[in-house]
């Protein structure tokens, strides 16, 4: 009996790692002046493979986004994104994309890898596609809860920090569920006291002193969790230390982009509005706040370009006004 168990134990350890499908390589090449990593042209079943594994060695700590583009979505985004931490040295990282991201559907036809940090500190990035098995599913657990997301505060003028997640749901959807099992565990435990008991109700004072026990182990996990985020935040923070404002700015922005803007506040005239186009693995909402008092305006006469795909009709429109670098510019209208 006890060789039968261990056998049965085995094989449900064994079964998850048996891939449906071959397994895909892929190769990532640095894009010419651009501050990411684009991987060579695939066409992937996502049903099938679903967890993406990336090696890389990293001379520095810092964080980095995953983007990819598939057939129903062929332009890369925030949307169809993964956000995750980079360890200095060389490492593996898992990620079980379909259970993180809801965009994770069709077939994936490439991937771009944006380092939200230097990137010359990055290299030899290599990866590949698999049907995900029990231990890329802890590893892609674990990357995640410790993650960026959750961990780092999010927002502008009000900053928030949202709780962690694990496969794609916050953690307090897991504390809120152990919880409830328990209270049906311990009222359950109860009832079967007081049948057996007959008339003589049991005491139900040691039942409330569990309860509460539970819920204050829960707290303090939750507490420790936020402990580390605090942390985290702490060390990403220290380096801006003692640093002027533009410097500060430089820093928290991917690549030249804050360059960019301060190259616009030179070349914008005084009190014009502006229209923009940026790639969409750019937050542009930051444009908005930084070149104030311009204003931003849908079809206004200064178009601002940085990393965007070329519009036929935007030709027809605007002209050339300043170039800061290829595929950073500024338009204007034609008269």
């Known amino acids: 009996m006890k060789i039968k168990l261990v056998l049965i134990a085995l094989v449900m350890l064994v079964l998850p790692t048996i891939t449906l499908a071959d ?11 651009q501050p990411y990593w684009a991987s060579s042209q695939i066409n ?16 520095e700590n810092g964080t980095a986004r995953i983007f990819w583009v598939n057939n129903y979505d062929p332009q890369f985004n925030q949307i169809k994104s993964l956000w995750f931490k980079i360890k200095k040295g060389d490492h593996t990282y898992s990620f079980n994309i379909a259970s993180q991201n809801q965009g994770w559907i069709g077939w994936t036809k490439g991937f771009i890898l944006f380092p ?33 997301y959750g961990r780092n505060i999010v927002g502008y003028t009000i900053n928030t920090m949202p709780s962690p997640t694990l496969f794609g749901r916050s953690i ?9 099992l328990s209270l049906l565990l311990f009222f359950a435990n109860y009832f079967i006291l007081l049948i057996k008991a007959k008339k003589k109700k049991p005491a139900y004072g040691a039942l409330i002193k569990k309860l509460l026990l539970v819920i ?33 700015r430089a820093m928290v922005n991917q690549g030249d982009f804050y360059a960019f ?10 009190a014009v509005s502006f229209d923009h186009r940026f790639g969409k693995i750019y937050d542009d909402i930051k444009a908005v706040y930084y070149l104030y008092p311009h204003e931003y305006q849908k079809g206004a006469e200064y178009l601002l370009v940085y990393d965007a795909p070329a519009e036929k009709e935007i030709n027809l429109y605007y002209q050339p006004f300043a170039k800061m670098r290829e595929n950073a510019y500024i338009l204007i209208k034609r008269k």
Not at 23 to 30: G, N, T
Not at 172 to 180: E, K, N, Q, R, S
């Open 23 to 33: 397994d895909i390589s892929i190769d990532f090449k640095p894009v010419q002046g």
């Open 44 to 59: 992937a079943d996502s049903a099938e493979l679903n967890t993406l594994i990336i090696s890389l060695s990293a001379k």
């Open 116 to 148: 939200e940090m230097d990137p010359a500190a990055i290299s030899l990035p290599q990866a590949k596609l698999v049907s995900g098995n029990l231990l890329t599913n802890i590893q892609s657990g674990w990357q995640e809860f410790f993650g960026p």
């Open 172 to 180: 307090y959807v897991y504390i809120y569920w152990l919880i409830g």
């Open 216 to 248: 204050t182990c829960f707290w303090l996990i939750l507490e420790a969790s936020t402990l580390i985020s605090n942390w985290n935040n702490l060390q990403s923070d220290l380096p801006l230390i003692g640093k002027d404002i533009e410097t500060k």
């Open 261 to 270: 803007i301060q190259f616009c506040e030179q070349k914008l005239p005084v």
